[in-house]
């Protein structure tokens, strides 16, 4: 009987690990991405003003 609370109890942890584990992985991943979207969004922006002040034009 104990043996087999010790066999359910340490499923349970191995669970738990590899919820928090899936947890940090697909935080980590959300945070990337926001970080490369405004990135992304900033070289947009000077682009954008590069081209509007005629910077890129070749004439």
């Given at each position: 009987?104990?043996?087999?609370?010790?066999?359910?109890?340490?499923?349970?942890?191995?669970?738990?690990l590899i919820s928090?584990?899936?947890?940090?992985?697909?935080?980590?991943?959300?945070?990337?991405?926001?970080?490369?979207?405004?990135?992304?969004?900033?070289?947009?922006?000077?682009?954008?003003?590069?081209?509007?002040?005629g910077a890129d034009?070749?004439?």
């Amino acid at each position: 009987m104990e043996r087999s609370r010790n066999f359910y109890k340490t499923i349970r942890l191995g669970y738990i690990l590899i919820s928090v584990l899936i947890g940090c992985i697909a935080y980590n991943s959300f945070y990337e991405w926001q970080e490369i979207e405004a990135l992304e969004l900033d070289n947009l922006s000077s682009t954008y003003k590069c081209n509007f002040l005629g910077a890129d034009n070749k004439q």
